[in-house]
C-alpha cells in the first residue's frame, strides 16, 4: 500500500537499534534491517540448527497455494491465499508478499486486531493459540530466536503469560507494523503429487501478532495475516525448503483485469522461454539490476538511475505492492513519453482531500491506443508490458479514467509491483539466485515438478469465485468521501 516507507532496524519494546527513512511506497513490504541482514543472501546463507537439512532429493515435493484478489487499488489491491494452521487444523488467509519475510497472522488476543473485511467471501478469524494443542511458544531464550527475528530484535523478550516469549516487530512500506511473539505450529500445506493433491504437514515458526496498526486495520482489505516469500530463514519456503519439504524455487501468476485467481506454487518450473536475470545480492529481497526503459521502442530513460550504488538502487520484484515505484529521473521520463504518445490529453483527476492524480479520459481499447513498455534487464532480458501494466481504472460520477498506477519512487530503489507483476509467470529462483519471467495466462495450469525431478505436474490456479472488494460502491467514495479509506491512492496523488 502505498506511502512513505519507514525503515526502522527495531529491537522489542521501545528499543530501536537503529533507524533509516525512505520514501518507497511500499505495499505491507518490510524491510526490517539493513540489505546485509536483510536475508538477502540467499543460498549461500548456512542454515542452522533451527533449520536442519536433510534429503531434500528423496522428499521435497511442489506446493501449491492457490490464490484470490486482484492488483486493482480502488477494489482489494492484493493478492492472498489460504493457509492452514494448528491442531485440530484451521484456515487462514493471508496476504502472499515476495517483499518481506515473516508469516504472521492475527492472533488472540488482540483487541486491535480486524474482526471484519468488505472483501467478499471473506470471514476473518485469529489463531488462538489455546485451541491448538500443537502449538508451541518460541522463548526468548532460545537459541532459535535471534535466527527466527534475523537479528533484529536478537533477545527480545515479550510476556506471554507467565512465558517469556521471543518477539517480532515489522514494519511495513505503508507505516503499518505488526508485532507480537513467535509461536511454532504445524502448517497444512496442498502437497502436489502426481495428478493427485494430498495434504503435507510441517512444524513452523510464525508471528503471533496481537498488535497490528496502520492498514492492517483497514476493513477495506483485511485478512488475517501475511506470508513473506523472501530469503531470509524464517521465511516459510526456506523453513519448507530447509525441512525437506519442498525446494527453493517459486513462482506466482497473479491474474489481472479482477478475475480474483492465479497461483502461488513452490516447485521447479519447467515452462519453457522463461527469461532469467540475476537476483543482486546483498539488497532488499528480490532484486534485480534494471538498464532501460523503452516506450513505443525508445529508450527513454537515464540509465545511470538504476544503478545499485552504496545507498541501494535496483528494482525490487515484490507481489506485496499494488502498484509501482519508479525512481527519478527515469519517473519523470517516463511520464513524458507516456502523455506525448497517449491518444487523448492528460487529466489531473482532482480527490476529495486535495491532491490529483494523472488520469486521462479514454473509453476505446488501451492496449493499442497507448505506448507499449519495454524494460531492459541485466543479462539482455526484457520484460515487454502493455497499458494496463501502468494504467488503472478509475470510474467516478464525471467519467471513466485511466490513471497513471507508476509513482514517483523518492527513495533509490524502484519497486514492481502486481501491475507489473501480474498475467506474467514469475519465477523466484533462489537455487540460482535469479528471477524470471514470460508472459502467461493465469488461467492456466504452470508445469512444475519437484526438485531434482522430471516427472511434469500440472498445477492449477486458485478458482476466480467472485472475490471482489464491493468494487463499484467504494470506487464512488474515492472522490467523494476521505482518503482514510483509501489510504493508497490517497497517499500518493
Ligand atoms: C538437487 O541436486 C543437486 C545436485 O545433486 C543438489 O545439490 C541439490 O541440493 C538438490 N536439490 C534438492 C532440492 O534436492
Ligand atoms: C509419480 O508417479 C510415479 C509413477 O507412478 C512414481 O514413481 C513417483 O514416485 C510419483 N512421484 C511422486 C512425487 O509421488
Ligand atoms: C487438506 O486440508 C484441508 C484444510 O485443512 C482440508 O479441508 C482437506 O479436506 C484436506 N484434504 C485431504 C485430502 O486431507
Ligand atoms: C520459445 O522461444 C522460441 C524462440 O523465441 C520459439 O521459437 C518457441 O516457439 C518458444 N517455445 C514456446 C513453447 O513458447
Ligand atoms: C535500449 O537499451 C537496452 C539496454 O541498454 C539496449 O539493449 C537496447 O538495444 C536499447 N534499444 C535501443 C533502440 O537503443
Known amino acids: 500500500m502505498a506511502t512513505v516507507v519507514v525503515v526502522l532496524l527495531m529491537a522489542m519494546g521501545s528499543m530501536m537499534v537503529g533507524a533509516q527513512q525512505f520514501d518507497v511506497v511500499h505495499n505491507y513490504a518490510h524491510h526490517e534491517g539493513s540489505p546485509a541482514n536483510s536475508g538477502g543472501q540467499g543460498a549461500s546463507q548456512e542454515y542452522s540448527a533451527l533449520l536442519k537439512e536433510h534429503d531434500r532429493r528423496r522428499l521435497a515435493s511442489v506446493a501449491d497455494f492457490p490464490l484470490r484478489g486482484d492488483d486493482d487499488p480502488t477494489s482489494i489491491g492484493l493478492y492472498f491465499t489460504q493457509i492452514t494452521l494448528g491442531t485440530p487444523p484451521r484456515q487462514f488467509y493471508v496476504q502472499v508478499d515476495t517483499g518481506s519475510d515473516i508469516l504472521w497472522v492475527n492472533c488472540d488476543p488482540c483487541p486491535g486486531c480486524p474482526l471484519t473485511t468488505d472483501i467478499k467471501g471473506i470471514t476473518l478469524q485469529h489463531y488462538d493459540p489455546s485451541l491448538s494443542t500443537t502449538d508451541k511458544i518460541l522463548g526468548c531464550t532460545d537459541a532459535a530466536c535471534p535466527i527466527a527475528s534475523n537479528g533484529a530484535g536478537n533477545g527480545a523478550c515479550t510476556s506471554v503469560g507467565s512465558t517469556r516469549a521471543c518477539a517480532y516487530v515489522t514494519q511495513y512500506g505503508d507505516g503499518s507494523s505488526t508485532r507480537g511473539y513467535f509461536i511454532n505450529d504445524v502448517l497444512t500445506f496442498r502437497q502436489v503429487d502426481n495428478s493427485s493433491n494430498g495434504n503435507a504437514t510441517a512444524n513452523i515458526y510464525f508471528g503471533c501478532g496481537t498488535t497490528q496498526s496502520g492498514n492492517l486495520l483497514t476493513t477495506s482489505r483485511a485478512v488475517d495475516g501475511l506470508m513473506g516469500f523472501g530469503q531470509a530463514q524464517i521465511a516459510v519456503p526456506t523453513q519448507l525448503a530447509a525441512q525437506a519439504k519442498v525446494g527453493r524455487v517459486f513462482a506466482h501468476c497473479l491474474q489481472g483485469d479482477n478475475q480474483g485467481s492465479g497461483t502461488f506454487v513452490i516447485g ?99 492496449a493499442s491506443a497507448f505506448p507499449s513498455v519495454t524494460l531492459f534487464f541485466d543479462g539482455g532480458v526484457v520484460m515487454n508490458l502493455a497499458a494496463r501494466n501502468y494504467l488503472y481504472s478509475v470510474r467516478v460520477s464525471s467519467g471513466s479514467y485511466w490513471c497513471m498506477g507508476w509513482m514517483s519512487s523518492t527513495s533509490t530503489y524502484t519497486i514492481f509491483g502486481d501491475i507489473v507483476l501480474k498475467d506474467q509467470l514469475v519465477v523466484y529462483d533462489n537455487d540460482n539466485q535469479r528471477v524470471g519471467w514470460k508472459p502467461f495466462d493465469c488461467t492456466k495450469s504452470i508445469r512444475v515438478s519437484a526438485p531434482n525431478s522430471t516427472t511434469p505436474m500440472d498445477v492449477l490456479p486458485g478458482s476466480g469465485d467472485g472475490f471482489g472488494a464491493g468494487a463499484t460502491t467504494r470506487l464512488s467514495t474515492i472522490a467523494l468521501s476521505s482518503c482514510l479509506a483509501f489510504a493508497l491512492l490517497c497517499a500518493f496523488l
Open 268 to 366: 521447479s518450473i519447467l515452462e519453457p522461454n522463461i527469461s532469467y536475470t540475476p537476483i543482486i545480492p546483498k539488497q532488499y529481497h528480490y532484486s534485480v539490476g534494471m538498464e532501460n526503459i523503452a516506450v513505443d521502442g525508445v529508450n527513454i530513460t537515464d540509465p545511470t538511475s538504476f544503478a545499485i550504488g552504496v545507498s541501494g538502487g535496483g528494482v525490487i520484484m515484490d507481489s506485496g505492492t499494488t502498484l509501482s515505484y519508479l525512481v527519478e529521473p527515469a519517473y519523470t521520463q517516463f511520464i513524458n513519453a507516456i502523455t506525448s504518445g497517449a491518444p487523448v490529453a492528460s487529466y489531473r483527476l482532482p480527490y476529495s482531500d486535495g491532491s490529483t492524480s494523472l488520469c486521462w479520459m479514454y473509453s476505446g481499447d488501451i
